[in-house]
């Protein structure tokens, strides 16, 4: 079985632009998460979505959207991107919002701000 | 609101000795604790997590983690480590709200196994 799948895997922009990032779970999975990991921290919760919900939200401004599409597949967008918005984003499904399920997590999408 | 420190940034070890990884939590309601390996550019997977029950949890990859709620610890050990152990570990842990579960990560330790 496929594990959850993000795309690109690496990505370049410019301050100012809009970026688009893309995330597919694994098949049987509603529940899709976004994390941001700056090099050297742990992961950052930005997003949990549940059966195309918004179930989630961390402490992010509201240049950072989501969407959770009716295959559960989700999309991370980010407006107007800083330097400091310079980093890995992670995708990771899970079965269900029952506390304790597990999250599977993708490789992630590198994003350098320049 | 809940946090989780873990104690050291990097921890060198030789191959083939002990190793423990330290991680206390605060919260002021029941958690969930995990433990995550990431190796180089890969995302995290689960090692093991404490939910309930016995405070001793094993894991994958012989890896073991002690939930002691006196000393607000999740602490992961290996007897005996691998060059492949090389990585970084995270410690994260989850509670209930509004329906749904928000994960707090720990700032991660670089693991580092020497031959």
């Known amino acids: 079985d496929a594990g959850v799948t993000q795309s690109p895997t690496h990505l370049i922009k410019t301050r100012g632009q809009q970026v688009t990032l893309r995330c597919s779970p694994i098949s049987g999975h509603k529940s899709v998460s976004w994390y941001q990991q700056v090099l050297g921290q742990g992961p950052q919760f930005i997003f949990q979505y549940y059966e195309k919900e918004e179930r989630g939200r961390g402490n992010f401004p509201d240049r950072f959207s989501a969407r959770q599409f009716p295959n559960y597949s989700s999309e991370l967008n980010v407006n107007a991107l800083l330097l400091g918005d310079s980093a890995l984003y992670l995708c990771?499904?899970?079965?269900?919002?029952?506390?304790?399920?597990?999250?599977?997590f993708g490789q992630g999408t590198r994003l350098t701000v320049v | 609101a809940q946090s989780v420190t873990q104690l050291d940034s990097q921890v060198p070890v030789f191959e083939e000795a002990p190793v423990e990884l330290r991680c206390n939590y605060s919260s002021s309601v029941s958690v969930y604790l995990f433990w995550y390996v990431q190796y180089p550019n890969q995302g995290l997977q689960l090692l093991l997590k404490?939910?309930?029950?016995?405070?001793l949890v094993k894991g994958i990859n012989g890896f073991e983690a002690e939930f002691n709620k006196s000393q607000t610890s999740f602490h992961l050990r290996k007897p005996s480590v691998h060059i492949s152990d090389t990585a970084e570990y995270f410690c994260a842990v989850t509670r209930s709200s509004g329906g749904s579960y928000i994960p707090t990560f720990g700032r991660g330790t670089s693991l580092i196994v020497h031959p």
């Open positions: 404490y939910l309930s029950g016995s405070t």
């Open positions: 990771a499904s899970s079965k269900s919002l029952v506390d304790g399920t597990e999250a599977f």
